[in-house]
C-alpha cells in the first residue's frame, strides 16, 4: 500500500514544434489547476449528503423552501438592524444553516432569521458577537469627529508657539 502512494506520477502531453521553458511552465500551471478544481469539485460532492429522494443538503444562507426540504424544526429571531449583512458574516463563521425573510408590512421594515432548531445554541452564539460587534462600532467616535479634533489640537498648539515667540522677542 505505501509503495503505491510514493509511486503516484503525472503524466502531462504537450503537443508543439519547440517547446521552451515558458511554454512547459504554462502547461504544468493549467495542469495544476485542473487538479485543483478537481479536488474541489470531489471535495463538494463528499459534503453534499442525499437525502431520501434525491435532495442535496445545503449550507449556509439559503431560502426558506431549500430549509424546509431538510425535514427539521425551524425556529427563528426577528432582527430590526438594516445591516443584515454583517449578521451573514456570523452565521457563516459558525456555519450556520439560515434563511433571511424580509416583512415590509411594518414601515421599518423587520428581517426574521429562520434556522434549524437544532442549531439554537450556535445561533444564539453568533447572534451574541453579532450584537457585540454591532455595539462596539455604534460606541466609535467617527472618524470625521477624529478629524475635527485633531484639527483643532494642532491649531491651538500653533497659536501656543506664535505667543510664545511674541514674548522672547530680541533681546539685547
Given at each position: 500500500m505505501?509503495?503505491?502512494?510514493?509511486?503516484?506520477?503525472?503524466?502531462?502531453?504537450?503537443?508543439?514544434?519547440?517547446?521552451?521553458?515558458?511554454?512547459?511552465?504554462?502547461?504544468?500551471?493549467?495542469?495544476?489547476?485542473?487538479?485543483?478544481?478537481?479536488?474541489?469539485?470531489?471535495?463538494?460532492?463528499?459534503?453534499?449528503?442525499?437525502?431520501?429522494?434525491?435532495?442535496?443538503i445545503y449550507r449556509g444562507k439559503q431560502s426558506m423552501e431549500k430549509l424546509m426540504r431538510q425535514d427539521c424544526q425551524l425556529s427563528n429571531i426577528e432582527v430590526t438592524d438594516g445591516n443584515i449583512k454583517s449578521f451573514e458574516k456570523c452565521a457563516r463563521k459558525y456555519g450556520i444553516d439560515f434563511s433571511l425573510k424580509k416583512d415590509t408590512s411594518i414601515s421599518p421594515p423587520r428581517y426574521f432569521v429562520f434556522f434549524k432548531a437544532k442549531d439554537v445554541d450556535v445561533m444564539t452564539a453568533a447572534f451574541k458577537e453579532y450584537t457585540g460587534k454591532s455595539l462596539a462600532k455604534s460606541k466609535k467616535?467617527?472618524?470625521?469627529?477624529?478629524?475635527e479634533q485633531a484639527k483643532e489640537r494642532t491649531a491651538k498648539h500653533r497659536e501656543l508657539e506664535k505667543t510664545k515667540q511674541k514674548e522672547r522677542g530680541p533681546e539685547h
Open positions: 505505501q509503495d503505491e502512494v510514493n509511486e503516484k506520477t503525472v503524466s502531462l502531453c504537450v503537443n508543439g514544434g519547440k517547446i521552451s521553458a515558458r511554454i512547459l511552465k504554462a502547461a504544468l500551471q493549467k495542469a495544476l489547476a485542473k487538479m485543483e478544481q478537481e479536488k474541489r469539485e470531489d471535495k463538494q460532492r463528499k459534503t453534499e449528503k442525499n437525502v431520501g429522494k434525491g435532495d442535496v467616535p467617527s472618524i470625521r469627529k477624529k478629524l
